[in-house]
């Protein structure tokens, strides 16, 4: 089973970006859809982003156009740019590979 390790998170003013990383201990070639997930307080967990291993995309409407997902097989990383974060933004984001999850890394949208 992969482990997943995610980084990039911290404290962004709004309209600001970040980039989330996540970094696989082993190949990610076989993994078919990897993904980033968030969790806002007292919110359930939910889709953020999805991507495939042929590089289909498919994005929640509350992110669409500002977000954008990538993996990089080569380096065993995938990725999240977020643009223009909005303070609804602010959760814990996890990444997610086939039934594997990351430990998650916190995104703070405030002023």
């Known amino acids: 089973q992969v482990q997943l390790v995610e980084s990039g998170g911290g404290l962004v003013q709004p309209g600001g970006s970040l980039r989330l990383s996540c970094a696989a201990s082993r190949s990610i070639f076989s993994i078919y859809v990897m993904g980033w997930y968030r969790q806002a307080p007292g919110k359930e967990r939910e889709l953020v982003a999805q991507?495939?291993?042929?590089?289909?995309?498919n994005y929640a409407d509350s992110v669409n156009g500002r977000f954008t997902i990538s993996r990089d097989s080569a380096k065993n990383m995938m990725y999240l740019q977020m643009n223009s974060l909005k303070a609804e933004d602010t959760a814990v984001y996890y990444c997610?590979?086939?039934?594997?999850w990351g430990q998650g890394t916190r995104v703070t949208v405030s002023s």
């Open positions: 997610r590979g086939g039934s594997s």
């Open positions: 991507i495939t291993k042929y590089g289909s995309t």
